[in-house]
């Protein structure tokens, strides 16, 4: 199964918007934040929200 970016995009916006203090601009950092904060079954898509908000947090 694959995942949609728009899923993956959404999903990390509504974090940020929700918790932007909780993340950070570690990846392995923000693996477990976004295990601890939703219900994603997949580590796949976990790491990619997980590199999505990374990025948009290394860009800011």
């Given at each position: ?55 948009k947090k290394q860009s800011n």
């Open positions: 199964m694959t995942s949609d970016p728009n899923d993956v995009m959404n999903i990390g916006n509504r974090l940020l918007k929700q918790y932007p203090d909780a993340f950070s601009t570690e990846f392995s950092t923000n693996k477990q934040v976004v295990q601890n904060m939703t219900y994603v079954s997949s580590r796949r898509l976990r790491n990619r929200i997980a590199g999505y908000i990374t990025r």
